[in-house]
Nanobody, 121 residues
């Protein structure tokens, strides 16, 4: 099967930066959309950013201009560079990848285990 392993979360002061990584391993033919989502305590999971296999990106309004999503297709890895962090960015961050396991058939949705990002004021 496929596993997504995240790294890079932690505690940072407001205005600081963190870089999250998410590497996929297993039986992977190709990965289409990769993305990052987050869930703060008492809130629903929300989209942070996505990137297609062609490099097109989409961001939540709340992170535009501060966060940058990128990917390394050879490594099936997606990154999230987070700058100018704010206390309201505090959440568990989850990566998501749409994976094809073979040349035919549909894509499957896989999620990372989540990594905590805490921004202190």
């Amino acid at each position: 099967q496929v596993q997504l392993v995240e790294s890079g979360g932690g505690l940072v002061q407001a205005g600081g930066s963190l870089r999250l990584s998410c590497a996929a391993s297993g039986t992977i033919f190709s990965v289409n959309v990769m993305g990052w989502y987050r869930q703060a305590p008492g809130k629903q999971r929300e989209l942070v950013a996505t990137i297609t296999s062609g490099g097109s990106t989409n961001y939540a309004d709340s992170v535009k201009g501060r966060f940058t999503i990128s990917r390394d297709n050879a490594k099936n890895t997606v990154y999230l560079q987070m700058n100018s962090l704010k206390p309201e960015d505090t959440a568990v961050y989850y990566c998501n990848e749409h994976v094809k396991l073979g040349p035919f058939g549909r894509e499957y949705d896989f999620w990372g285990q989540g990594t905590q990002v805490t921004v202190s004021s």
